[in-house]
């Protein structure tokens, strides 16, 4: 099931109103400085739909298109903003951009779905309270293991990197973030750890844009993939990995679970991701929105995992794809209650 996007132009008159109320959660404010960045592939409502929004809450709003390639050219006006809306049509968190961006203390903010998708997926706090918590339990934690019925059973340690809860709001200084989701992952350290990690029917390869159908056994050594065996699924992993010519494409990048309860797992991207209680593990780039990870390459792949167990340290937090903690469980939608609303104070401006 695959959700489209509007057509006519009148499109960007009904998205104003969701996306102030957006802008509203990432603490924006009148003075503000925000850049709505895009690219000849950008859906142009979406940027048309932010400026207005931008406009009504009386911030200084501008909009930079920059072709399919590197932005050395627009870094400065990125470190520059308070916060960038980044609109772009293909995949973008990572490179030196994200990194240098939040280092100055920009707020960043990815979108890049239907807009049912967003509609369905509008961030709660409830949403947010589960993300932190589980932030908060990966924080401390030196290592991670993840098992699953399938045969997995991988080791990764994390100590000295932080941990990103991600909740579809960037609404501290220094923050990416990217709407929809709903995740708690982290950047290992990306030459250690290890296992085998076996996708199972059901689970679903981001970017190959397929659903496993049989058995995929990745073998792992010092944080990389050494081996894929299986069926056909198997050998077209195979040549999607070695297309790029590069032992870092086969690197760890990123691990973790998710924790949105309204996600479809049959809406292929952003819902497989976020889904709750599903292992998300990722291989390749990891520089920019993770920070102190190392590995630089021209390819990503996650990996969205149903039915895992999971431990941080000897913390056991998930069973078979059941949250353990009560801490992580879902318990029920609640809207984030915005300035208009009254109970929201200060502002997401970056110190100074």
Wanted: with cysteine.
């Amino acid at each position: 099931m695959v959700e489209s996007m509007a057509l006519d132009y009148s499109a960007s008159t009904q998205l104003v109103d969701m996306f102030r109320r957006h802008l509203e959660l990432c603490k924006v404010h009148a003075g503000e400085h925000i850049l709505i960045h895009t690219d000849p592939g950008s859906y142009p409502h979406y940027a048309a739909a932010y400026m207005g929004a931008a406009i009504e809450l009386g911030a200084d709003v501008f909009q930079i298109v920059h072709p399919n390639r590197e932005e050395k050219a627009v870094i400065d006006a990125w470190k520059r903003a308070d916060l960038v809306i980044d609109v772009s049509s293909g995949p973008h968190a990572y490179g030196h951009i994200m990194r240098e961006s939040m280092d100055s203390g920009t707020r960043l903010q990815r979108i890049g779905v239907a807009v049912n998708t967003m509609r369905r997926l509008f961030p709660t706090q409830e949403l947010r309270e589960r993300v932190l918590a589980g932030q908060e339990l990966m924080k401390n934690a030196k290592t991670m293991r993840i098992t699953s019925p399938g045969g997995t059973d991988l080791t990764f340690y994390k100590e000295g990197r932080d941990p990103m809860g991600i909740y579809s709001v960037s609404d501290v200084p220094g923050r990416w973030d990217i709407w929809p989701s709903g995740m708690v992952c982290c950047a290992p350290e990306e030459h250690k750890g290890g296992g085998v990690l076996v996708l199972s029917p059901g689970d679903y390869m981001l970017v190959i844009n397929q659903y496993v159908n049989d058995y995929i056994y990745l073998e792992m050594n010092d944080g990389r993939i050494t081996d894929i065996k299986g069926g056909m699924q198997a050998e077209l992993l195979k040549r999607w990995f070695a297309q790029f010519n590069s032992e870092d494409s086969y690197r760890i990048a990123h691990v973790g679970w998710g924790c949105e309860r309204r996600a479809n797992w049959l809406i292929p991207g952003q819902d497989n991701e976020c889904m709750y209680a599903n292992m998300q593990i990722a291989f390749g780039s990891n520089i920019g929105i993770f920070k102190g990870a190392t590995t630089l390459t021209n390819s990503h792949i996650d990996f969205p995992s149903l039915n895992n167990s999971y431990w941080v340290d000897d913390i056991h937090i998930m069973e078979n794809g059941e949250f353990l903690l009560d801490e992580l469980r879902h318990k029920g939608d609640v809207g984030i209650t915005t300035e208009t609303g009254g109970t929201q104070t200060g502002h997401g401006s970056r110190p100074g």
